[in-house]
Structures are given as C-alpha cells and as structure tokens.
C-alpha cells in the first residue's frame, strides 16, 4: 500500500451479510407479533397486512445499505484520514488529523471473519468521546490496521515496539467475579422477558412451553457466561517503550495499540473485593474527553500503573502540532508564535488534608446529632486515608481505605491550575488547588491542605506557570443599569411583579410587602455585586492567562494559552458591555448519580467595556503572544489588524421554517402562535453568520443577546460535514468543527448552502 489511495467495504458483507443480519432480527420480532396475535383472536386479514408491512421494510432495509454502499468511502492522504459516508436522505464526511489519533482497533467478529475474511477497524482521535473513522467490513483487515500503523509512524509516532516493558493478563479470579457479576445481570433481562412470555403460554394453558423457554434461558446464559469468561482470560496487555498493545477475544477478536505520545493520565482502583484478592484496575486515558481504556483485574496492577505513567512522563504529544504544511497564499497566512512552555522538575512535596479544617463544616449539621456522627467519621476517614503527591513530573492523589484509587496527571498535559480559598481557610491556614487534566474526566483537587510560603508559586510552576510582567489588564466593571441589562427578562418579570402587587395593593394593603421585599433584596444583591465584581479581574502574561473572582470564596485560576482552545463573547442588550468565556482543554464531571454530565473547562468573567473588540484582540494575544506596546496598539485601532474574511456564509432559513411548521402541527396548541415563533425564528436565522478568517473560524449569532464564539485553527482536531434529509431538500449542509479535549463539536454551522465550498476552504488553513 502507498499514500495516497481509496478502500471501500467488501459488498457482500456491507450490504448482504449485514441485510440477512437485520432480516433475523426482523424475521424474530414479526413471528413474535405473529404469535402474540394468533392467541390473541385476531383475523388472518390482519395478519396478512402485517406481513406485507414487514415485507416493505425489509427491502426498505435491503435498499438502505445498498445506498450506504455506494456512498462509504475511506481515503488516506499524507496526513489526514477522510471518511465519507451517508443513507438514503443523508450525506456526511469527516476528516481526521493522523496526528492526532489516539486509539486503533482491529476487530474480527467470528461468523463474518471466518465466512469471509473481513474486519473492522476503529480509529479514535483527541477531539470527541466515539471513534472518528470506523473502517467496515474491509477486506485483508490485518493490513489495513497495518498501514494505519504505517501512516502513524510517517507523521511522527514511533510505534516500533523495540522494547517490551511489561506483558500482564487478568487474573482468573478476577474474571470470574466478573462474569459473575454481569451473569445475574443477564438473568434478571431474561427473567423479565421469560415471564412476559409465560404469562401468554399460562393463559393459553401451555405450561411445558414455559419449562422449555426456561431451560433455553438457563442454557443461553451459561453459554454467554463461559464465551465472556473466555474474552477476558484471553487477553493480553504489552506495554512498550513508545506503544501499548492488547488483544482479546475467544471467538470474535480485538487487536488494539495505543501510541504513548498522545496518552494523558493513568489511575488505579481497587473496591473492597479487589483488595482482599490482590487485584487492581488500571484506567488510561488519552488526550480527549472519553478517551479512557480500562484494564481491569489486573494482579499487577500497581507496577503497570507506574510503568504508564513512566512512559506518559517520556514522551511528548503529537496532538496539535504542525504536519505536513498547507498550501494557502501568503497573504493569509497567521504569525503564530506557540511555545512549548516546560514545568519545573524540583519541586515535590506531599500533602494531607487538615482535620481541623475538614471537620469544621459538618458543625452546621451539630443540631442533628446522629446525622453530624456520620459525617463526622466520613471526613475523619477521608482525611486520613488521602494523600497527596507533588512529583517531579506529575500530580497524584492517592485514596486507601476500604477501597484504594490512585490517579495521576502528568505536569504537560495538565491545561490549568484553580487556587481555592474561603473565609474557613484564612482561619485554619489552608487552601485547595484543583488540576484539570486534557484527557481524564475528573480533575484531581488537593483539598484543604496546609497553605506555607512559596507553596502556589511552586505548584504552579509545575504546570509551566511562571512570574511575568503583566502584558494586558481586563477589570470587570459592574453598574446597575448593567446588571439590569445582563439579565433583561428576570429584570422584565420584576418589574411586572412590582406593577401586580401595587395594583393589588388596591384589594389588600399586604401587597405592599411584595415590592418591599423586593426592594431589600435588590439594595443586597446590588451591594454584594459591588464587592464581588471589584475582585474580578482578568490579567494576560507572557504564556498564559490568569483569572480571579470571589469576597468570601475565592478563586484563581491559571491556564496557558496553548491550553484555551476556544474563547466566546457575549454582549448584553442595549449595552457596550458583556462576558468573556475562555474553553480550556478538557472537561470535568459535574453533578452525582443519574444527574451527571460532562461540562467543558472553563472560566468566564462578567461586565467587561467595549466588548465588541474583545473577541479579535484576545484570540490575536493567544495566536501571535504580542508584547504589551502592540496590544495597546490593537486595542487603539482594532480594526487595522482585522483581515478580510476569506469566506462567510449564511443558514438556510428553510429547514428551519419546516421544522416548526411540523412541529405545531404535531403539537396543536403551538399553532396559535406559530406566527410569533416564524418571525423569530427567522431573525435569529438573519443575524447569525460564520466567518473564515485568515488564522481562526468565526460564529455570530443572537437577537438581543449577541454571541461571538472563535476557534483559531491551530485549536481544531477534526472537521466534518453532514446532509440530512431537510439538507437534501434544500440543497444545503452543515459543518462541525472539533477541538481536542471535546467529547462534542465547538462549533456547528447548521443548513448553509454553500457546505461543500465552506467545508474544503476551512481543510486549506487548520
């Protein structure tokens, strides 16, 4: 194989063997609906109807991944992967960065792989949670996974397995608990369905039916049972010098390697069962939200936890830098001015939380005793079994108790440091210094530790935080009549609350509490804000940005400028002022149980002047790294250093417009002011536009609150655009713009006509 070339599916498995697949499924559920309905009385007519309707749908499917055929296409270019792709009404492609892969799997499922001789081949990258390109039912599947291996190498990974570091498996006691665990899983899935059927067999006074769908339930589960038993005894972990390796599978197969330049963190975990067995579970995680691999039950444990985090310490990332180089004209060409920025070495340090200070919260719950004993012995337990680990090179929290967790961030890949402190620790001497990590979706908090002199200075220097000359100031300037403007529509309800109490005043003179209250609360709010908004300041230096906010719970955060991947502007209605958010690589998990979400790293400070100019001249402080006299200069006159845009676009009002007619037709009551909803709608559509620029791509959008959100190019992972049915309709598409360290798209320009022209201009210049 040469660079440069095109791989489609084999059709036979794409389109026929994926077709008898999906017609099984169907051939099941309709005979099941059959039989329901057979006991159930109702008329041969019916059921001929239901026949010709699966019919239809089975070539409906036959003709859906015939067009899916035609359309899947993989091309391999010098530096780049594109996949192309689509169905009957959709079209889309994606185009990947080879430097930016993460993740490379070679599966063989057994009934496909032994018929024919085909595999799939997964490729996952920095900038999302799922795989970017999924090459399907290739033929000679080995040495496609090959070449991809081969292309990674060309573009600056070394992948040559020179050195073997360390060959571990599953302990078998381990699997065992582990399919053990997932074999009542399955039990109570069938459980519910045996007793949906046996109670159709018992009202048709078929008992043995129900005996035999019990026995074939047992059977099926002992077979999962031993197959899973199997896949994971079998596998088999290799770490390299400068690559990852694991196999496993008893019939179906995975081949996968991991280049070490582009992992993030590593951590260990052992729950109650683990310890007393010896077992621990290892959990890498590579530069993109998501990106984590889990190796579980593993007797050593510990010894591959270092040996991963050695070689992520070693290694420097791929993700991000310059490849092959564009071909673009010189007059749009951007000055970029990156910089490696390296962390001190020296340091260490290791830390413990401060009971005094710990415990003092669970005093608020001292009136309600037994609940304050619990939480008492909560803290004093987590205090003592929490240890925290300045290294040389990295960042570790340590947990041991009943249950055991490490996790460690290595000092480059962390994208930015938070100082916490409140009015708690000024008495106890403390603080706490929160780590957000590119890759892993938990950041790593050193809690209520003792604060000593030097001791920020130091961390921070960890992460490449240094003392520098402040290059450019942002103070946020807080009024009234602004607070009021930055929250219209609450400000808009008050008032309207004010005017119904005093004309209810009217009936009852207890109304005039309501406008009282108010009123107090108001003159509060107002005071706190001009306390808080004093301490809101936003500071640029020479490698990074450093923000801080809060009077009684203060924070102060620390990112360097390769770390902002992206930065937004809002601006307030009818004012000159708004907010600034700055996206940091990575995200985080906010909330507990079935209320979690990941949300991106970020900071945002309120009440900035001038606003509109805000947005251009940060992004050229991160992209070119100005010194303090030209920023001035671009504050003066903007507009001298703004370029032509090399290409704007427009959505299509159309598929917009169809979508809410749809929908208040479905929802009935909505037609009463579909006439309200279609001219918004449509404004917003008006004033939304999207920008190519000569160094980053630019998204406007908002009626009264306006929205400018920016990504420079050297920001984007991957792009990729897509055709829906409306799209077809139209005739227009949409494009989606990744970043690394993003389970999600940063931007996405939805239904503009001009898609392809948009999508292969924005390809010339990230």
């Known amino acids: 194989m040469s660079g440069g070339y095109e791989l489609k599916p084999n059709k036979t498995v794409f389109v026929t063997f994926a077709f008898l697949k999906g017609f099984a499924v169907l051939s099941a559920i309709f005979l099941i609906w059959v039989f329901v309905n057979i006991g159930g009385g109702n008329s041969i007519v019916n059921l001929s109807s ?157 008992l043995t039916g129900v005996f ?107 993700i991000g830098t310059v490849g092959a180089k564009k071909e673009v004209k010189k007059e749009v060409k951007a000055e970029f001015k990156t910089k490696a920025v390296k962390g001190e070495s020296k340091y260490t340090g290791e830390f413990r939380m401060e009971l005094g200070r710990s415990i003092f919260p669970t005093l608020l719950l001292l009136p309600l005793f037994p609940l304050w004993l619990i939480m008492f012995v909560l803290v004093v337990i987590k205090v003592m079994a929490t240890t925290y680990f300045i290294k040389p090179q990295s960042m570790k929290e340590e947990y041991k108790f ?31 210094i929160r780590f957000w990590s590119i890759g892993s979706s938990e950041d790593i908090t050193f809690r209520n530790i003792k604060k000593t002199p030097e001791l920020y200075e130091k961390v921070l220097a960890k992460a490449g935080v240094k003392k520098q000359e402040v290059l450019y100031a ?83 955060y620390h990112a360097l400028y390769d770390n902002v991947k992206d930065i937004k502007t809002l601006k307030y209605p009818f004012s000159m002022e708004g907010s600034i958010t700055f996206n ?33 001249l940060i992004d050229l402080v991160l992209a070119k790294r100005p010194s303090a006299a030209e920023i001035k200069k671009m504050e003066k006159n903007i507009s001298a250093y703004s370029h032509k845009p090399i290409m704007t676009v427009k959505p299509d009002i159309a598929n917009s417009v169809l979508t809410v007619c749809i929908t208040c037709v479905i929802l009935v009551p909505l037609i009463v002011i579909l006439p309200f909803i279609l001219i918004f709608v449509i404004w917003s559509l008006k004033v939304t536009s999207t920008n190519i620029e000569n160094y980053r791509v630019v998204k406007r959008w908002g009626i009264l609150y306006k929205s400018q959100k920016s990504v420079v190019f050297g920001k984007i992972d991957h792009i990729n655009y897509s055709q829906g049915m409306f799209n077809k309709l139209f005739k227009n598409g949409s494009i989606t713009v990744n970043t690394v360290g993003s389970s999600s798209p940063e931007l996405v320009i939805a239904n503009i006509p001009e898609y392809k022209q948009f999508y292969d201009v924005l390809k010339k210049y990230y």
């Open 50 to 206: 239901s026949f010709f309707v699966f019919i239809a749908v089975c070539l409906i499917y036959y003709y859906y991944r015939t067009v899916r055929y035609k359309k899947e296409k993989y091309i391999f270019l010098k530096d780049k992967i594109i996949h192309k792709m689509g169905g009957i009404f959709s079209d889309s492609e994606t185009e990947l960065t080879i430097r930016n892969i993460t993740h490379v799997t070679l599966r063989l499922p057994f009934i496909q792989n032994k018929l024919f001789g085909t595999g799939n081949v997964k490729i996952e990258s920095a900038g999302s949670g799922m795989a970017e390109v999924f090459l399907a039912a290739m033929n000679k599947p080995g040495q496609v996974y090959e070449y991809v291996m081969k292309i990674m190498k060309m573009n600056g990974f070394k992948l040559t397995k020179s050195k073997l570091v360390q060959t571990e498996r599953p302990s078998s006691l381990g699997v065992f608990f582990e399919v053990l665990k997932n074999y009542f899983g399955s039990i109570f899935g069938f459980a519910i369905f045996v007793f949906y059927l046996s109670s159709i067999l018992i009202a048709l006074e078929s």
């Open 212 to 318: 035999v769908i019990l026995g074939i339930v047992v059977v099926l589960a002992l077979i999962k049972g031993a197959i899973k038993f199997l896949d994971l005894k079998l596998r088999v972990y290799n770490i390299y010098s400068d690559v990852i390796t694991y196999k496993e599978g008893f019939l179906s197969k995975n081949f996968s390697f991991i280049p070490v330049e582009n992992l993030a963190d590593s951590s260990l975990s052992q729950t109650l069962v683990d310890r007393i067995f010896g077992l621990n579970d290892v959990k890498i995680s590579s530069q993109g939200s998501r990106q984590q691999i889990l190796f579980k039950n593993m007797k050593n444990g510990p010894e591959m936890e270092e040996n991963i985090d050695a070689l992520i310490k070693k290694n420097k990332p791929l």
């Open 402 to 432: 009943i249950s055991k967790k490490h996790r460690e961030f290595s000092n480059d890949k962390m994208t930015a440091v938070t100082i916490k402190e409140n009015f708690v620790d000024k008495w106890f001497g403390t603080c706490s």
């Open 474 to 556: 942002l103070d946020s300037k807080f009024s009234v009549g602004e607070m009021l403007k930055a929250v219209l529509p609450l400000t808009i309800m008050v008032v309207l609350g004010v005017i119904a109490s005093v004309l209810l005043m009217l009936f009852s003179p207890l109304f005039v509490l309501i406008p009282v209250v108010l009123l107090f609360m108001f003159i509060v709010l107002v005071v706190y804000k001009q306390f808080y908004y004093r301490r809101s300041k936003l500071r640029f230096y020479k490698d990074y940005v450093y923000f801080q906010r809060g009077i009684f719970f203060r924070e102060y």
């Open 584 to 616: 940091v690589a990575g995200e985080h998990v906010e909330g507990q149980g079935n209320q979690r979400m990941i949300v991106s790293n970020a900071f945002r400070i309120n009440y900035i002047e001038n606003i509109d100019n805000k947005d251009e």
